[in-house]
């Protein structure tokens, strides 16, 4: 996953994040938590809510920092668990 | 270990405050932070920014913020996502419009380009609204929004660029003070650094951080909570502000709408969980006033704290009888806004003693005796 010519790779497909992105980000801004990149750059902010990136990131993160993946956590579950419209949540006269 | 300055919390606030003292030529500063930029109330907010505000106070500091906010890209090197596409705030009562009349004209004496304007002209400029019940509205085209994670990191960055000590991941957990002096602050991992000055910029955490150096403050957090929709194409510029229904909304750059509701019968507590409450409450009004939202989808929610003042103003400055004691906290939901103008003014204060606008009228001494209080009324 990390040499050089693998980099432009996408890590949050949702988002359009590319491995080097994150790398960058991380180095830029010294970062150590999956939540940070997250924040800062948006991967695990898209409309799967980071299921699919947030375990490369926290590898990313592992390579990075020198730490083990396992000692990085991962963000906490967010509510809705999947994308709802609002009107679902409008009484039937309101609808 | 030995700071001229610490300050606990790296929030929007400490972390301009570190910008600022280091800007102004205090050598060893730092920040110390619980757990990371921007996890506080500063990351969860909704990234607002106007200068409509019903006290002169406020008004004058909006607008010193406002252009301090049109150069702070350039100046710290780094695009915070900040857009003056304005900001409109609805008027649905009588009351609601004389109210507005007589801010509009306290206002622009202040220098905020504000101006009330008809219905008719709402529903042409801004065509998602459902205007059915509406009687005005107000709008100041120099407002905006900023994405809030990318402007506290940019303070961050830029102090720690200039010698800041930036502190993450460490807690403090107890202040060492002597009589009028406080000495040292220690961490959670019990490390002592001993300081010239403390800088209390502990939003939520605020009186608990007041607290732990003996000094008692009136400032109580409080739940806001707040979501974001899936992106749309891009259909508005203001940010949209209802006190009438107590919501906000407004469109970010990547084009997901961030709103939020803000309940009125929120008890005063530490408690950040989202609720379905909120989901469905923020449904009937959004789908209210923007009809079109029925069918987008939300994708997230969460909430944070408003740290209120008991005149949703905020402290600032010293306190009596602590000599080296500095606060900047009780924003009451607009510490983001206010942040660069408060910022550069502290460090005045704590640097030379003096600020280059008066803000003696946001010390502490104003509740001293009294019970009752001038609110400001403009908050959601
Ligand atoms: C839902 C919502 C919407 C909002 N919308 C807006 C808006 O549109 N515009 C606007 O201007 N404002 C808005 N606000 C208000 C704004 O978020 C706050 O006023 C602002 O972020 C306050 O910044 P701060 O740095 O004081 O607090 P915070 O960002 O909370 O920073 C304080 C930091 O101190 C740390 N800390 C506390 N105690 C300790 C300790 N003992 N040791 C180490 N660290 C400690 C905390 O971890 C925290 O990170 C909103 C708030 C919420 C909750
Ligand atoms: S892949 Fe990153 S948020 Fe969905």
Redesign the pocket.
């Known amino acids: 996953m990390s040499s050089e010519q693998d980099r432009d790779i996408i890590i949050c497909r949702c988002e359009d994040i590319t491995e080097r992105e994150v790398r960058e980000c991380i180095r830029r801004h010294g970062l150590t938590t999956v939540d940070e990149v997250r924040k800062i750059l948006r991967a695990g902010m898209g409309l799967c809510q980071g299921k699919t990136c947030s375990a490369l990131v926290r590898r990313i993160l592992a390579e990075e920092t020198g730490k083990k993946a396992e000692d990085i956590g991962l963000p906490s579950a967010r509510q809705p668990a999947k994308p709802v419209e609002f009107g679902i949540f409008l009484q039937e006269g309101d609808r | 270990m030995k700071y001229d300055a610490i300050i606990?919390?790296?929030?929007?606030?400490?972390a301009s405050i570190a910008y600022n003292l280091t800007k102004q030529g205090m050598r060893s500063v730092a920040v110390?932070?619980?757990?990371y930029i921007?996890?506080?109330?500063?990351g969860?907010?909704?990234?607002?920014?106007r200068q409509q505000w019903a006290s002169p106070e406020n008004c004058k500091l909006a607008v010193k913020s406002v252009h301090l906010f049109e150069k702070l890209d350039q100046e710290l090197g780094f695009d915070t996502e900040y857009y003056q596409g304005g900001y409109l705030l609805l008027a649905f009562t009588d009351e609601e419009v004389e109210q507005f009349r007589k801010n509009v004209v306290m206002q622009q004496g202040a220098g905020v380009p504000v101006r009330l304007i008809g219905v008719d002209e709402v529903a042409a400029k801004f065509p998602f609204l459902d205007t059915s019940d509406l009687k005005a509205a107000a709008h100041c085209r120099t407002d905006g929004h900023i994405n809030p994670m990318l402007v506290n990191q940019a303070y961050a960055d830029a102090a720690k660029r200039n010698g800041a000590d930036i502190h993450l991941f460490t807690?403090?957990v107890r202040i060492v003070r002597d009589r009028d002096r406080i000495n040292s602050v220690i961490t959670a991992d019990v490390r002592t650094f001993e300081t010239g000055v403390l800088i209390n910029?502990?939003?939520?955490?605020s009186a608990?951080?007041a607290a732990m150096a003996g000094i008692t403050i009136p400032t109580r957090p409080q739940r806001?909570e707040?979501l974001i929709t899936e992106p749309l194409e891009k259909f508005m510029d203001p940010m949209v502000i209802d006190f009438h229904h107590h919501i906000y909304f407004r469109q970010t750059k990547h084009g997901s709408v961030v709103m939020?509701y803000g309940d009125p019968h929120e008890p005063y507590t530490h408690n950040i969980q989202g609720s379905l409450e909120f989901l469905k409450t923020m449904s009937l009004m959004i789908t209210k006033v923007v009809p079109a939202m029925k069918k987008v989808k939300i994708v997230r929610q969460w909430?944070?704290?408003?740290?209120m003042s008991p005149d949703a103003q905020p402290i600032l400055g010293k306190v009596p009888g602590v000599s080296n004691y500095y606060q900047a906290v009780g924003?009451s939901?607009?510490?983001?806004?206010l942040a660069p103008a408060v910022a550069e003014l502290m460090a005045e204060l704590i640097v030379t003693g003096r600020t280059s606008m008066d803000i003696s009228d946001l010390s502490i001494d104003r509740f001293a005796g009294r019970t009752e209080f001038k609110l400001e009324k403009a908050v959601v």
């Open positions: 606990i919390g790296g929030g929007i606030i400490g110390f932070e619980k757990n921007s996890s506080g109330s500063t969860r907010c909704g990234g607002g920014i807690e403090v910029a502990g939003g939520g955490f608990e951080v806001h707040i939020g909430a944070g704290l408003y740290n924003f939901g607009h510490g983001l806004m």
